[in-house]
């Protein structure tokens, strides 16, 4: 069943050198489980070019470059092939990358169209559209391609500014009016681009072709999501070309699946030093299999949560293959209820984050912007106000601390942790918020609990507590003890995190939220909205 060949994928996954025998079997388990013909299709080829291979192979006897990259096996990871002549175990995703493409500027051709002094909120902008080239490989070959965007530049204040490049997801396109009022926030040069087949670029998007969103084959650089982060790689070596930029203050945000492309660019890009992801996260294939709202555009895409090929674009495309290599400082800010990326999902994914800083921010009680345009009744409420000031003010302040070293701005709390431990009859939980003495203020601390898969979240305040024993050094301890007794916290349901907002800002009059990382048992399934 699905389930078994899952498993022989996790077993593949856990051998450093997995044996021919190994994949033979995993592609007759495939060819056995699959019910998509043409995934069967593709599975029965990738067997027949594993019985055919030696199992003494010299992998230096082929090379991983644009003359020799085929993708025969779809269940990655497998093998790759060269000519059907060489195997070896498939590469990092990394290895897909072409320092050349991302950094070089002799291709990239930029078309720029003055249009003048623009006014928003009364700042005053000058305004540039432009076309880069890039390439994507949705056809399974590299092809030149124009993307389009809009360059915001303050003309208050002198000096060079840092640069941020804002991306866009499956409900927006760039615009001068977006790349204004984000320039205008943080007194920064903003380009807004648009992705491949998105607003005036060219390629193959997903208005036209939806599948190409998890496309792997013929070659697993064929996604939307690799070509708009190349594309952004190179928007960055445009910007870098500006006298008006700080070639070392470079940021990345994005949205949604923008969220997902800026986490990849953070992954491969080391002129990025920071990076605020958005109502995104990675895992994307197992939270389909959870339910997420991703399984509707697989389906649209003809494909489910257990295509082999699919399989493929998780471990080259899915954000979760870039957390362990992130070069700037990460914020992911994401709901709780996100019907894209189920809370479990984001807590595999700011795990395996590694990165010079990184935080967390959950709001509970909010999900994909849907709340608030919803007419029935999810056990929650239009928490829209509180949402947007996260996303407004997290912002400003993660760009602000990291690209301009405002004071205002920092320093930043450490990130908080949470533990919880109870006596038969009561709760306690225990709170530690590294850096929380150097703030100006105290921090509003409060545990978000939920007993119901996620579905719903319910808060108590904790208080500061002084000389909490075993407590770490620098560390500023709060606590609370409940009444609920322990075993209303069933394993499969109980998810917690703790939440801290302090006052920020040149007055104090923005807030700044960190949670802790997502606690839940391994057996903890989350309960998802369903889908109108």
């Not at 388990?29 to 599975?43: F, G, I, M, P, R």
């Not at 497998?78 to 070089?104: K, R, V, Y």
């Not at 915001?152 to 790349?179: Q, R």
């Not at 395996?352 to 608030?372: C, F, G, M, T």
Request: charged share 15%; glycine share 8%.
């Amino acid at each position: 069943d699905a389930e078994a060949a899952d498993e022989a994928f996790d077993d593949l996954k856990g051998e450093a050198e997995p044996s021919p025998e190994t994949s033979e079997g995993l592609a007759e388990l495939l060819v056995e489980t699959t019910t998509d013909a043409s995934d069967a299709q593709e599975v029965e080829s990738a067997l027949e070019i594993l019985s055919e291979a030696s199992a003494e192979v010299d992998p230096s006897a082929c090379t991983i470059d644009d003359e020799c990259l085929g993708f025969d096996a779809p269940d990655c990871p497998g093998w790759w092939t060269c000519d059907g002549s060489c195997l070896w175990h498939c590469p990092s995703p990394l290895d897909l990358w072409s320092q050349h493409d991302l950094h070089e500027n002799q291709q990239l051709l930029p078309e720029t169209v003055g249009l003048g002094e623009w006014v928003h909120e009364d700042a005053l902008f000058q305004i540039i559209e432009l076309r880069l080239r890039s390439f994507e490989w949705a056809t399974g070959e590299k092809t030149p391609i124009s993307v389009q965007g809009f360059v915001a530049v303050p003309l208050s204040g002198l000096g060079v500014k840092p640069a941020v490049v804002l991306l866009h997801g499956l409900t927006s396109i760039a615009s001068a009016e977006a790349a204004m009022a984000l320039a205008g926030q943080l007194d920064a040069v903003v380009l807004s681009l648009n992705g491949p087949g998105q607003g005036g670029s060219l390629g193959t998007g997903p208005a036209t072709e939806l599948d190409v969103l998890f496309r792997s084959t013929p070659d697993p650089r064929g996604s939307w999501t690799y070509a708009y982060a190349l594309a952004t790689a190179r928007a960055i070596t445009y910007l870098r070309g500006l006298t008006v930029v700080q070639q070392t203050r470079i940021g990345v945000v994005g949205s949604g699946l923008a969220g997902a492309v800026a986490m990849l660019v953070n992954g491969v890009d080391s002129r990025v030093r920071a990076a605020l992801i958005l109502e995104a996260a990675g895992d994307i294939q197992t939270g389909a299999k959870q339910g997420s709202w991703y399984s509707s555009l697989l389906t649209a895409a003809s494909l489910t949560p257990y295509s082999a090929s699919l399989n493929a674009w998780s471990a080259f495309s899915d954000p979760l293959a870039y957390a362990p290599y992130q070069r700037g400082a990460v914020l992911l800010v994401v709901g709780a209820q996100d019907e894209y990326h189920p809370i479990s999902t984001v807590a595999t994914t700011y795990d395996a984050i590694q990165a010079p800083e990184k935080r967390l921010a959950v709001i509970a009680n909010w999900d994909a912007s849907y709340y608030q345009s919803s007419t029935g009744l999810y056990n929650t409420f239009n928490n829209a106000q509180l949402a947007t000031a996260v996303f407004r003010d997290a912002t400003r302040a993660w760009f602000r601390h990291f690209l301009h070293d405002d004071p205002a701005y920092g320093p930043l709390l450490g990130e908080p942790s949470v533990t919880r431990s109870d006596d038969g009859v009561s709760t306690t939980f225990t709170a530690e918020l590294p850096g929380a003495s150097a703030l100006p203020e105290p921090p509003a601390v409060r545990v978000q609990y939920s007993g119901d898969g996620a579905y719903s979240f319910a808060s108590i305040a904790l208080q500061l507590v002084d000389d909490a024993p075993g407590a770490t050094p620098g560390a500023t301890s709060y606590a609370v003890t409940t009444n609920i007794p322990p075993a209303v916290w069933g394993e499969h349901n109980l998810v917690y995190f703790v939440e801290a907002r302090y006052a920020t800002g040149q007055e104090g009059t923005e807030d700044f939220l960190f949670t802790s990382d997502v606690h839940r048992y391994e057996t903890f399934s989350p309960q998802i909205r369903p889908q109108q």
